[in-house]
């Protein structure tokens, strides 16, 4: 009797969670088909909302793109998504603040998870929410997926546990969710597998939206990862320097120095050393102009060359490259420059010469520091976490991203080639640098022949039907992210450019495989579609960059009659005499 007791107990307490409704309804499938995604929907507590998000966590930025920027029934719906250091901000974010003041909710801190919850407070109720890992393999897939969110106006969860954020999901109602990463499901659930299977999604999604594909962002969400220092030695030189410039008090100068052996006559000589257990160095040089005093007024700067140890140049910069320090009028207070490259597989002496061109001063002083860092890779990003706004520039556009972190290139040991890893500045690196743009162009030829619903096997009617149907596309990365196809140049040398580095290539769908120069079915060079690198010092000024873009129109209202009769003119001079060159166009001078 007891067991039947017993029996009957287990029975109940098996079937009461079925009964009460606490068993979650849990189904991972392998895709939504466009019926369903049709009938997503959701209710918002507001319109969209103008967003300031901390530079040091490019999670953030993802979260706030569908907050920002999303579409319903009746069309577009955008403010501004800004990334700001809250402790040092960019002066083109805080000038766009000004141009464009709005009610912004700002970001500064938090887990990425706890920002997502405050976040979907947005939301009344939503059918769907994208969950992405919070690791660097979700970012990546994170990237190319968060324009799902603004298209179909759901919020971002960033995590690493679905369950500490199922109560959230389960009050919003979400009946789908689409994940990016190792993360547990909840209700009908789609988990991406790759970057592909979500680019495949996004074209089916943007062009049952919109009717068409009109835009394609290339990025690399390795631009969010920093090498790793090992071991880092310092130098600190102060030294005068000669000017260079073609003055008679300067050449007799020079002149004077070369015979009494003052400073080798023009340069300032500084040596420093990589060790031979270096694979990887990196050397981060900054250098001071201490006679700053005149800049402003008569355009001096210092120039440095670093010579390897088989004597050839690694390094040729100026302080006029650099950013200085200005004062409140904006008048240059320190001139100055900061260089980083990375060298492979180089050890030994290397020589820093630094020379000046100055009017006023014959000699002058300057002070360089160098350090020399042993690091584990050559990927370094040159602007950081610009990827990290591709979704937004994306969902803005109604386009699609293509993004992988394999587009990065720089030398190492595979390819075998030593000295700097850029070929922007080592010639041996062109040729393994063309081939590394090549395949990224046929990955971008597979997602045109896609959208085209064209077979990528024929290229012809593929070219033809982009040359009668041009799109954008933008590359949000720097140039070791997402490199430059680097073109003939009969001039090509260290210190004028090494070759033709451009982005050309990736708007040109049929250059010859044995001549890529020229196409394969016109005459002459044709590039079906176009193409521009959207980049700034990092995310924080490409931010910037992109409000002001978005909200030009906007900005401009206030600026006064002034914008209407600005001209510009272009030429020699000569074609425009007894013409009649006037001109009008609405343009911002102060951002120029």
Known sequence: ??????????????AMPVLTGCVESVKEVSGFDMDTIDNIDSERQTGAVPMVVNKENPFYALIATPVALYYDDEGQHVEALLVQDPVNPSRAVERFMDYYPASYIEIRSGSPENVSIELSGMWKWSDAALLIEDTQHGYELGVVAAPIASYLDIPVFVTNSTDDVRGYLKKLGVKYTFICGDLESHAQSWRFKDAEEITEFM?????????????????????????????????????????????????????????????????????????????????????????????????????????????????????????????????IVTDRLHYETIIYNKPGTYTASVLARRVAIPNGQFTLRVKVQQVDSPLQPLMNNLSSLAPY???????????????????????????????????????????????IHEQLNELLAEIANISIDDLETLRNHYAENPIHIAIMADPTMV???????????????????????????????????????????FQENAVGRVTGYDAEDCSALIARTVFYSEIIEDLGEWKNNATVQTGAGLELVGTDTHSSFQHDNRES
């Open 1 to 14: 009797m007891e067991k039947k007791k017993l029996a009957v107990l287990m029975a109940v307490a098996m």
């Open 483 to 525: 490199p430059m196809y680097y073109y003939y140049n009969p001039d090509s040398d260290m210190i004028g450019g090494i070759e033709l580095p451009s982005d050309y290539i990736y708007g040109d769908i049929d250059p010859k495989p044995d001549d890529v120069e020229n196409n394969t079915y016109t005459y002459w060079p």
């Open 203 to 331: 074209v089916d999604l943007v062009r049952a939206r919109f009717g068409e594909v009109p835009y394609v962002t290339i990025t690399n969400p390795m631009d969010i990862t920093h090498v790793t220092i090992l071991n880092e030695t310092s130098y600190e030189f102060q030294n005068v320097t000669a000017s260079v410039d073609i003055l008679p008090a300067n050449l007799i100068n020079l002149g004077l120095g070369g015979i009494l052996g003052l400073n080798d006559g023009a340069f300032g000589i500084n040596t420093f050393e990589i060790p031979d257990d270096y694979k990887y160095a990196r050397i981060v040089i900054d250098l001071i102009n201490d006679n700053s005093e005149y800049v402003s007024e008569l355009g001096d700067d210092l120039i440095i060359l670093v010579y390897d140890p088989d004597e050839e140049t690694a390094i040729y910069s100026s302080t006029a490259a650099g950013i200085p320090e200005v004062d409140s009028s904006g008048d």
């Open 393 to 439: 520039l994306t969902a803005y556009r109604k386009g699609v991203v293509l993004a992988k972190p394999d587009f990065a290139f720089a030398g190492n040991e595979s390819i075998g080639v030593s000295g700097v890893v850029c070929a922007g500045t080592n010639e041996g690196l062109v040729e393994p640098c063309n081939e590394h743009v090549l395949g």
